[in-house]
T-cell receptor
Framework: DTGVSQNPRHKITKRGQNVTFRCDPISEHNRLYWYRQTLGQGPEFLTYFQNEAQLEKSRLLSDRFSAERPKGSFSTLEIQRTEQGDSAMYLC??????WGQGSTGELFFGEGSRLTVL | GQQVMQIPQYQHVQEGEDFTTYCNSSTTLSNIQWYKQRPGGHPVFLIQLVKSGEVKKQKRLTFQFGEAKKNSSLHITATQTTDVGTYFCAEKKYGNKLVFGAGTILRVKS
């Protein structure tokens, strides 16, 4: 399967613990995005990378959240000292964007990592 | 917060009936993308609209972008049970960042 891969798919943790999610994008895609989705809402943007550079972080992303994409391939999203309000589906998406030609900028989403904080 | 408003939040139709969801913005949209998310699934890209007044069709789905580029709609003709899911519109910002609406949940009774 050459789609976006996320793991773990489900994570149950106790309040105060740290969790880390991993995303493997489609291999030729240069952009990688993290979104958070809660029940009944659309995905909310958290952050995105172009290659290994983190270009934007949402104000939703508190200091407890950190994301990396060290070699411009896979990415990790770490949440420290989890709170119950962090419970959500964390979606990763990737896209390929190049200058000089039109592209839809279509995002390819992974299946998500569902976090439950008890 | 979300800058595009979608209505209705929820619609339950009889199989074979038509369905329309609307996406509205108070500001001019540079473009609009539509995604479908099946229950328990992830968002899947359907289409992008860029031009004022643009209309695109995909089989039973018709997508429109308003003349003022402040609204968009998705119309499904003769719904089928496979159309079940949540339909999201999203504005593509710089960096291909998407700002999603809250979505319209479609349920189809067979």
């Amino acid at each position: 399967d050459t789609g976006v891969s996320q793991n773990p798919r489900h994570k149950i943790t106790k309040r105060g613990q740290n969790v880390t999610f991993r995303c493997d994008p489609i291999s030729e895609h240069n952009r990688l995005y993290w979104y958070r989705q809660t029940l009944g809402q659309g995905p909310e943007f958290l952050t995105y990378f172009q290659n290994e550079a983190q270009l934007e972080k949402s104000r939703l992303l508190s200091d407890r959240f950190s994301a990396e994409r060290p070699k411009g391939s896979f990415s990790t999203l770490e949440i420290q000292r989890t709170e119950q309000g962090d419970s959500a589906m964390y979606l990763c998406a990737s896209s390929f964007t190049f200058w000089g030609q039109g592209s839809t900028g279509e995002l390819f989403f992974g299946e998500g990592s569902r976090l439950t904080v008890l | 917060g979300q800058q595009v408003m979608q209505i209705p939040q929820y619609q339950h139709v009889q199989e074979g009936e038509d369905f329309t969801t609307y996406c509205n913005s108070s500001t001019t949209l540079s473009n609009i993308q539509w995604y479908k998310q099946r229950p328990g699934g992830h968002p899947v890209f359907l289409i992008q609209l860029v031009k004022s007044g643009e209309v695109k069709k995909q089989k039973r789905l018709t997508f429109q972008f308003g003349e003022a580029k402040k609204n968009s709609s998705l119309h499904i003709t003769a719904t089928q049970t496979t159309d079940v899911g949540t339909y999201f519109c999203a504005e593509k910002k710089y960096g291909n960042k998407l700002v999603f609406g809250a979505g319209t949940i479609l349920r189809v009774k067979s």
